[in-house]
């Protein structure tokens, strides 16, 4: 349990995020744009940390932790396949999200669609994102905190809570992005330093005995490889994230062509430029860097506490429906001494008010314009939005809360979250490059996810789900099985519809240049940027360089330095010429 010391490390560190979000309040205007883009004057680093923050949630640990004491290093594949969307957005979407002049992502389907139909759309995301996605990406994140200090501070469910909503209520309500963003650069940089602490504490605990006595720890052996090493965890671990899930899936932060709260840090940039570095910044720190210190305590977890029993035997008064191989980290952390202790406790409360406060004010900012403000009251001055923005800041952020009390693991809410995405992210996608793609193309998406889902789900993860034993046929290929599904529907409704119309088409393609020849019938504009073979490089040779970084870290720790050479020479070409290409457009 945290001592004084502790404790007095955690005061302080709340009282100094409390400080910083109150004095960039006092530069928020009574204005929608700044409550929510700060101005649009906001630098590319400063919006890049904000996005790694973001993700760095107190979830994150304690989901690679469940990842790795269960599949291994290896099962990690699952979202570092994931590399590919980032980098389309940085390449590819980053400026023009800019260059939309939208206050939000969903305000972009009544760019891009026209009608009732636009309309609907705008309405009925704004509804789901605001007050069940991201609803339940509160209630994720909250899930990890809890436990985690139900093991270290012996904090009930509902204390956790208070201590993280009330928090990030005052300053994000007050201040709005601006105030989320510096914060969000103070609690990073906590993060980070607790994050590397405690690891170098870890492993050199006696029981561990560095990392070559970790990596020669049989139980850790096991867990040790990089790449799959069965044909079935290759096919679920690494094709179907490389072959499928970048595209296809539907996850906070890595949307395909953007979205969320990604796509409101580029449009809260200075300019086009700050857009796209400030997510090149935030997927080189999110792939390359942070990684490997969480992937260490985890296996060094396997050694301390081999099974999730002996985790329960250590820690007797955790609530055994919380119990799960998640617990590990808060578990490993519970080792550290007085004070140190409390900088990596600090760091992740750090953690996870930096996440709640960038969902709460996206799904604000959805809620009060693009549903309230755009259905019920277009007539509100700047003054009443803002207000209606603050207080959808508070019914979000307590509907997360409360959800996160009736959850129980982080995995199962990881796979539920792609599931129900799977397939609605090449529309997503195409919506960008394809002139083709419609409104019902949406609709349709959005309704085939959840029908595929119940058709080839997971039984052992989403109880409805598979009626017909399907899943079984399909086995490791399931959630391929959900992406056909899913796209064959919406490509159905596609060509069964009508394009949107001739003056739709137009005015978006002015707006936002999209990348492509597609569109050159809607769209002959000299400022279209590189072409799109041009942009693609970058992608494929950005993603080479960061994930070739992030193999090179693991090779070198490994002791592999031969490997870890040729792998790091790969990611200085790739790197080099994907900073070249780059400048040269500008």
Known sequence: MAEKLDWIIIALSLFVSLGIGWWAARSTKNNPESFFLAGRSMPWWLLGISMVATTFAADTPTLIADLVRQDGVAANWLWWGLIFSGMLTTFMFARRWRRSGLLTDVEFYELRYGGKRGEFLRGFRALYLSLVFNVIVIAWVSLAAIKIFAVMLGLEAWETLLIGAGVTMIYTAVGGLRSVLLVDLFQFTLAMIGSVAATYYVLNMESIGGLDGLFS?????????IFPKTTDTWVSLFIIPFALLW???????????????VAQRMMAAKDEKNASWASLLFNIAHYAL??????TIALASIVVFPTVESIGVAFPDLDKGKLGHDVAYPAMIAQLPAGLKGVVLASLIAAYISTLSTQVNVGASYLSQDFWHRFVSPDASQKTQVMTGRIATVIILAAGSLLALTLTNAQQIFEITLSIGAGTGLVYLLRWLWWRVNAWS?????????????????????????PFGWNALVGSWGYAAIVATTTLI????????????EETLTRFAKRTSPPGT???RYHQSEDRGPSMGTELLMVFL???????????TGYILYGQYGTAAGVGLLAIISGFLTVKIARARG
């Not at 595209?247 to 709260?261: H, T």
């Not at 949406?442 to 598979?466: H, R, S």
């Open 217 to 225: 720890h049989e139980a850790v052996k096991e867990k040790m490889n």
């Open 247 to 261: 595209w296809s899936a539907y996850y906070p932060g890595s949307e395909p062509g953007g979205g969320g709260y």
């Open 290 to 295: 942070r990684p490997w210190p969480w992937i």
């Open 442 to 466: 949406e609709i349709a998406a959005m309704i085939g996810a959840f029908v595929a889902t119940y058709l080839f789900g997971n039984k052992a993860v989403l109880p409805f789900a598979d």
């Open 490 to 501: 919406w490509l159905i409704a596609t060509f069964l519809t009508r394009p949107e119309s």
């Open 518 to 520: 597609s569109w050159n």
């Open 542 to 552: 950005g993603s080479t360089a960061i994930i070739s970084v992030l193999l090179t």
